[in-house]
């Protein structure tokens, strides 16, 4: 069965430009995150959908983030415009439901120069 | 914002001997899962342990949870240098089911 799958794995631009990162959650899970990771710490959650519902986004920043699930599998998380401060590594996961165990992909690494 | 709080933040073991993790949150939660990073990569999920469970085991490594106290331990038996990663806990909040990590403990098993 594969398993979480993300694109592209590195990607570097410029500050100000938009980016857009896509996630292929495993097979029949309902649940999806984006987390953010920076370097020597835990991810921490930006947005979970149940489906196609984002229920929970308030770590979001909603003046240049957004994000989509649409029918309820890919998803796709974008930064517009992005910052210096935006450069950490994006990781995409999914789970049956809620509260089963998340799966995790290799993650996007974004450098913003 | 981050839930749990990883303990020690790194340890250094040689090989064949035994790393204990402590991990200690804060609010309710449904569940709790350990994850392992090797470095550069992404979180591998080792083992979920549900609220009403105490004790949990997976080959080498042994799971607890005390809600009372709201902590749990992992433990890895017989380490080798493949264990050396980033080890991460992930509680499941009873409330709202958000998966929230700790700040995690660096391993290194030395040869």
């Known amino acids: 069965e594969a398993g979480v799958v993300q694109s592209p794995r590195y990607k570097i631009i410029e500050k100000k430009q938009p980016v857009a990162f896509w996630c292929n959650p495993i097979s029949g899970h309902n649940t999806l995150y984006w987390y953010l990771q920076n370097l020597g710490q835990g991810p921490e959650l930006l947005i979970r959908?149940?489906?196609?519902?984002?229920?929970?986004d308030s770590q979001l920043p909603k003046d240049r983030f957004s994000a989509e699930r649409l029918k309820g599998v890919d998803s796709t998380l974008k930064i517009q415009p992005a910052e210096l401060g935006d450069s950490a590594v994006y990781l995409c996961a999914s789970s049956l439901d809620r509260t089963a165990e998340a799966f995790f992909g290799q993650g996007t690494r974004l450098t913003v120069v | 914002s981050q839930q749990g709080e990883e303990d020690p933040q790194a340890l250094s073991i040689q090989e064949g001997e035994n790393a204990t993790m402590n991990c200690s949150y804060k609010?309710?939660?449904?569940?709790l899962q350990w994850y392992r990073q090797n470095s550069g990569r992404g979180l591998v999920h080792l083992i979920l342990i549900r609220s009403n469970e105490r004790e949990k085991h997976s080959g080498r490594l042994r799971v607890t949870l005390d809600t009372s106290k709201k902590s749990s331990s992992l433990l890895i038996t017989a380490s080798r240098a493949a264990d050396t990663a980033s080890y991460f806990c992930?509680?499941?909040?009873?409330?709202?089911?958000?998966?929230?990590f700790g700040t995690g403990t660096r391993l290194q098993v030395f040869p």
């Open positions: 609010t309710s939660i449904n569940n």
């Open positions: 959908y149940e489906n196609e519902e984002a229920v929970d």
């Open positions: 992930a509680t499941g909040d009873y409330n709202t089911d958000k998966l929230i």
